[in-house]
């Protein structure tokens, strides 16, 4: 399963008129936690595939999405669904962490 690139072009259409749950990593290339969160992240687009989107973010390429949902550390991930922002993980979490809270928007 392929993760989907979120930028600023793309977010509205990929992310806000999905009709699916959406998770999307913010991210950077520089950051380290970030590094470590990233295998969880392709882990989850393979087991939830055909139930939850799940994207990255690059903060540094697209600031515009950034700043708009008030991302200020990363890694963050924000859960969609129906174009709204349904939960907020802040930092390298454990990925069960990730699991019940996607389990329980879908």
Do not use: H
Request: glycine content about 6%.
């Amino acid at each position: 399963m392929e993760l989907t690139t979120i930028t600023d072009d793309n977010f509205e259409e990929e992310v806000l008129k999905s009709d699916k749950p959406v998770l999307i990593d913010f991210w950077a290339v520089w950051c380290g936690p970030c590094r470590m969160i990233a295998p969880i992240v392709e882990e989850l687009a393979t087991e939830y595939e055909g139930k939850v989107k799940i994207g990255k973010l690059d903060v540094d390429s697209n600031q515009q999405t950034s700043i708009k949902f008030g991302v200020r550390s990363i890694p963050t991930i924000l859960i969609f669904k129906n174009g709204e922002i349904k939960e907020t993980i802040i930092g390298a979490v454990p990925k069960k962490n990730i699991v019940e809270k996607l389990d329980a928007l879908i």
